[in-house]
């Protein structure tokens, strides 16, 4: 491990910035690609060039990385057109057309491959390695070429970056402002175009699709803001070309491409599950949060009912008492009672009994005035019958924030008895209003 | 005879492609079969692991059982992880393609399948493949027969359960309502592709599955307006281009499966120029020379 | 007069945020009813849930007395017209055809039976001259017959229909109404998802008004007045629409576990 990190070899170094590079121009371009939705428009692409690379080995006789660029290039743009057209002018459906295109494509292309390689042309060696990668052959040219179309592509793109937002997020607004619409998509095509063309060096036509959407799709779980999500998707594209050819070094019958894109995946199902707010774990957090709320708020209920029916709000009160009130599953009823106890709004009077603290009984006002409020928003505001509104207010009276409960207040004016003519507790009962 | 054998491989894998590729373009679900043949990989090599042998029956149950994990991840990403489809199609299809070529790369000594067989099989080798009974005779190619075997179930699934898949591709919310189960159809029709897709996926690669399950019917449906008739269609076009596809192999000296993939595309071009319906020349040349005035829609 | 529908409570969420709150009504049968309300006030939610296409929050549906399951035979479902694609490769009476669909003879051959009853819903809606068209070539309207004609062969006895007259030309709206008038005096009952405020009061006898909630449901006469029209259209309840959002926002349950209602 140490001897791959040191760099001290130059010939790894060169590999693995090569690869890094690749990785993260393909990352940052593949952010557009992402919020276009066009994932799968990448994914042909990357199959459809294979016939551009053959057909300029054929034409040139080498595999000068320029030429095979440009043929690249070419294939790449040809099969974007075609899409378009099959899905835009014939009753195909755009993933009819992708699909259509991407295999057609790549059959030519591994048609001409296996024809140039049963022609055994001394040359033709390695043309085969653009169908999974290869990272770790790759000559002095090849990298000093790729990686300055790389740095080229994240120039561009830095330089258009505003439009290319724009154009990516409302196009139509995009055109109404007056930008040239039309051309920004072809740049921003051929950029994808390249990016992908470059980027098979390093996984090859098969996972290219991978290099372009993974990081961008794991970024778009940690950020809502397009530069951070530039810049972790390029971060992200770093890292698993940095271990990819890691792992390939250590191991050399390794492949670095698909190691690239298995921990890109790994990378994206991390994000998946714990990123904040929109990871899958933050959202059981908050609804486990929203259970614990709900136990709680009813079992504080349940103890102003008592209250309330005896007139007298602290006296102390059984589990017994409290089941009757409610009828509550018994493992939610014990949780609930330890959890108020130990945030102060209970206490624990021996075996079975407990009173409110005086912050557990204004909590148990809170809750049971929501309550009330909506019941009358209910029959006020919606004209509901008064004996169809206990049920939703049993659910919204946990919902209902300060400020939404600021405006109930002042909508209904302070009102001082529900539906069911029974008194909305207040913290400081209001005055009677001067009608 | 060997292109006897292999003109025969094709055109079976065509069919049965072709039959279950109707009904995914038709679900505008094209590429989640594309998705499915790359993802099918894992399973095929695990199954080739445990098994220690290229048995068919470990195989399919390691495809479909991938299969329909593939179909569980996308669907898993696009609702429970809120993730657009596309990118939810891209990221499982590459991330278990690429678990399946390191799978390849990591236990090369024991899995009989390299990396770009993966990609294009090795239809050539199928009239080597021979399946001999116990008393010594020959029966012709194995993957024929596996093929074929294949091929009647999929007869059969299309023949019983044409109106289930009709209506459930047609108008789902109206066959929920009728109280037929969407989800049951759509779970049969995705293991029927992995099935597929493992079969064939020995003798003709992942492309030409590809190429099979949606160019065929696309070309179909360019060129006609009835179910029935676009089903007929795709499998005289799968025959076609399964032969046409053999020889400009044979002419180039390529890959079979390649060159199958591109006749399929040279049909494709044809029926959307030349489509008596829809053809872009068509409707250019009836522009130009207007037969008679045509009665209008209403 | 007896129920044809009643909701119990129902509350429904759309991508969890809660767009229907506690809708309670009840329909007679026999008649023509209209729902009616601005855009996004969950008419077709409404009639989803009702066709158990969308899972209610809580609340319930009964359909004759019944639940859904026991009674789905005599329910039709016309959805509306974009939910398909109509460049599907199939002709008119392949359409029709389907309204003979069932569940338990999904596998079995459609009887001669099956095919008169098809046939004679496409003749009923104009549409038999065209049976063997492909439903590509059909204009927006003949499209809507054509749906119609499917849910016609099925022989329900109540009919739920989302937009039918939603971009129709004028023969197909005609042909339309007096079939619905047929419908009506054979004793069928019809529930229409509409949006033109202008014909409602001449279609129906009967309306359901919503904007989230339920702003009134009765016979037109008694709905269709200006006032229940400016508390349906005058827009959605500002503190309503917050709630709404919280709900969404923080994953709430709309309703909480225990307290889901059943039919007693």
Redesign the interface.
């Known amino acids: 491990m140490s001897d791959f990190f040191t760099f001290s070899d130059p010939n790894v170094r060169l590999v693995t910035a090569g690869t890094i590079l690749l990785g993260m121009s393909a990352a940052i371009v593949g952010t557009f690609t992402?919020l276009r939705?066009?994932?799968?428009v990448?994914?042909a692409i990357a199959h459809a060039i294979l016939p551009g690379v053959c057909l300029s080995f054929i034409i040139t006789g080498e595999k000068h990385p320029v030429y095979l660029l440009v043929g690249a290039v070419l294939a790449g743009w040809v099969s974007l057109l075609v899409m378009d057209y099959?899905s835009s002018?014939?009753?195909?459906?755009t993933?009819?057309a992708?699909?259509?295109v991407?295999?057609?494509?790549?059959?030519?292309?591994?048609?001409?491959?296996?024809?140039i390689q049963?022609?055994s042309s001394a040359n033709q060696a390695g043309l085969?390695q653009f169908?999974?990668g290869k990272a770790a052959a790759m000559t002095r040219q090849d990298i000093w070429v790729f990686s300055g179309v790389a740095v080229v592509l994240l120039g561009l793109v830095l330089a258009f970056f505003r439009s290319f937002k724009l154009i990516s997020f409302d196009p139509a607004f995009a055109k109404s402002i007056g930008l040239p619409v039309r051309r920004l998509e072809f740049l921003l095509s051929t950029i994808t175009v390249l990016a992908v063309a470059t980027g098979i060096q390093a996984v090859g036509v098969?996972?290219m699709?991978?290099l372009l959407?993974?990081p961008?799709?794991a970024a778009?779980?940690w950020t809502d803001r397009i530069q951070v999500m530039v810049l972790l998707a390029a971060a992200f594209g770093l890292l698993s070309g940095l271990f990819g050819s890691w792992i390939s070094y250590t191991a050399p019958?390794?492949?670095t491409?698909?190691?690239i894109?298995?921990l890109l995946?790994l990378i994206?199902v991390v994000s998946?599950v714990v990123a904040p707010q929109?990871g899958?774990w933050a959202?059981l957090r908050?609804?486990r949060g929203?259970a614990r709320k709900?136990r709680q708020e009813n079992i504080l209920k349940a103890f102003y009912g008592i209250g309330e029916a005896a007139d007298a709000p602290v006296a102390t009160v059984t589990v017994e008492a409290l089941r009757q009130q409610r009828?509550f599953?018994d493992r939610a009823l014990e949780l609930g009672l330890w959890e108020l106890a130990r945030k102060g709004l209970l206490h624990r009077h021996g075996a079975g009994t407990y009173a409110l603290t005086p912050t557990g009984l204004r909590e148990s006002r809170r809750v049971v005035r929501l309550h009330r409020l909506w019941e009358l928003?209910?029959t006020e505001?919606?004209?509901?019958?008064a004996d169809?509104?206990h049920?939703?207010a049993?659910?919204?009276e946990?919902?209902?924030?300060p400020e939404?409960e600021a405006?109930?207040l002042k909508?209904l004016d302070h009102p001082i008895l529900d539906p069911h003519d029974a008194v909305i507790p207040y913290q400081n009962p209001p005055k009677p209003s001067a009608s | 005879m060997n292109a006897f054998w292999i003109i025969l491989t094709g055109a079976l894998v065509a069919t049965s492609c072709g039959l279950l590729g109707t009904f995914l373009?038709l679900r505008?679900?094209?590429?989640v079969?594309?998705a499915i043949s790359?993802a099918v990989l894992p399973g095929i090599v695990i199954a080739y692991l445990l098994s220690e042998s290229r048995d068919v029956l470990p195989m399919l149950i390691g495809a479909a059982a991938l299969g329909v994990l593939t179909t569980f991840m996308i669907e898993f990403?696009y609702q429970?992880?809120?993730?657009?489809i596309?990118?939810s199609?891209?990221?499982t299809f590459?991330?278990l393609?690429?678990?399946g070529?390191?799978l390849i790369?990591?236990y090369?000594g024991q899995v009989d399948l390299d990396?770009?067989c993966v990609?294009?099989g090795e239809i050539a080798y199928v009239p080597l493949d021979l399946w001999i009974t116990e008393s010594g005779r020959s029966m012709g190619p194995r993957p024929v027969w596996i093929l074929g075997g294949v091929l009647l179930l999929i007869l059969l699934l299309i023949i019983v359960g044409y109106r289930g898949l009709k209506i459930t591709t047609f108008n789902p919310e109206y066959a929920a309502a009728v109280g037929i189960s969407t989800v049951f159809w759509h779970y049969l029709l995705m293991s029927a592709v992995s099935v597929t897709t493992v079969v064939a996926f020995e003798s003709v690669g992942a492309?030409?599955v590809?190429?099979f399950?949606?160019?065929p019917p696309?070309t179909a449906?360019?060129l006609t307006e009835k179910l029935q008739q676009m089903l007929l269609l795709t499998v005289g076009l799968g025959l076609l281009t399964a032969v046409s596809g053999y020889y400009?192999?044979v002419w180039?000296?390529?890959?079979v499966?390649?060159?199958?993939?591109?006749t399929?595309?040279v049909f494709?071009l044809l029926a959307?120029l030349f489509s008596p319906s829809?053809g872009?020349l068509t409707q250019r040349f009836r522009s130009r020379y207007p037969l008679r005035v045509t009665e209008t829609g209403k | 007069m007896k129920t044809a529908i009643e909701t119990h409570?129902l509350?429904v969420a759309y991508n969890r945020r809660p767009v229907l709150?506690?809708i309670?009504f009840q329909v007679p049968e026999g008649q023509l009813i209209g729902v009616l309300g601005p855009n996004g006030s969950g008419k077709t939610t409404l009639l989803k849930s009702v066709m158990g296409l969308v899972q209610p929050s809580?609340g319930y549906v009964r359909l004759f007395g019944q639940s859904l399951d026991e009674v789905r035979s005599r329910i039709s479902y016309v959805p509306q017209r974009e939910s398909v694609?109509w460049?599907f490769p199939i002709s008119v009476r392949e359409v029709a055809l389907m309204g003979r669909y069932r569940k338990d003879k999904l596998l079995g051959r459609l009887s001669r039976e099956d095919h008169r009853l098809a046939d004679e819903a496409l003749e009923k809606v104009g549409m038999l001259p065209f049976a063997d068209r492909q439903i590509a070539q059909l204009s927006g309207g003949q499209q809507q017959r054509v749906f119609v004609a499917r849910a016609l062969a099925q022989q329900a006895d109540l009919y739920l229909m989302d937009e039918p007259f939603a971009g129709v030309d004028a023969a197909s709206e005609e042909a339309i109404l007096t079939l619905l008038q047929d419908m009506k005096q054979a004793g069928k009952t019809v529930l229409i998802v509409h949006h033109d405020l202008h014909t409602a009061h001449q279609f129906f006898d009967w309306m359901v008004l919503l904007n989230t909630?339920?702003?009134k449901c009765g016979p037109t006469p008694a709905v269709f007045t200006t006032e229940y029209l400016r508390q349906a259209y005058g827009g959605q309840?500002?503190?309503?629409s917050?709630?709404a959002d919280?709900?969404k926002a923080?994953?709430?349950?709309?309703?909480?576990r225990?307290?889901k209602?059943q039919p007693k």
């Open positions: 992402f939705k066009r994932a799968l990448g994914d099959l002018r014939t009753k195909l459906s993933d009819t992708i699909g259509a991407l295999s057609v494509f790549f059959g030519a292309g591994i048609l001409l491959l296996t024809s049963h022609s085969d169908l999974f098969v996972l699709a991978a959407i993974t961008a799709a778009r779980f019958s390794m492949p491409g698909p190691w894109v298995v995946s994206a998946v929109r899958i959202r908050l609804q929203n709900i009828p599953e928003y209910l505001r919606m004209n509901y019958a169809h509104v049920n939703t049993e659910a919204i946990h919902v209902i924030t939404v405006a109930l909508e | 373009i505008k679900m094209a590429m079969g594309d790359h990403l429970k992880a809120r993730l657009q596309d990118a199609i891209g990221i590459t991330w393609f690429a678990m070529i390191i790369s990591l090369a990396q770009d990609l294009y492309i030409l590809v190429a399950l949606i160019v696309a449906y360019l400009l192999a180039i000296d390529g890959s499966a390649g060159a199958m993939a591109v399929s595309g494709l959307v829809t872009v | 409570n509350t709150w506690d309670d809580s694609d460049n909630r339920l702003i309840l500002t503190i309503l917050q709630v919280l709900v923080r994953d709430f349950p709309v309703r909480e225990s307290f209602d």
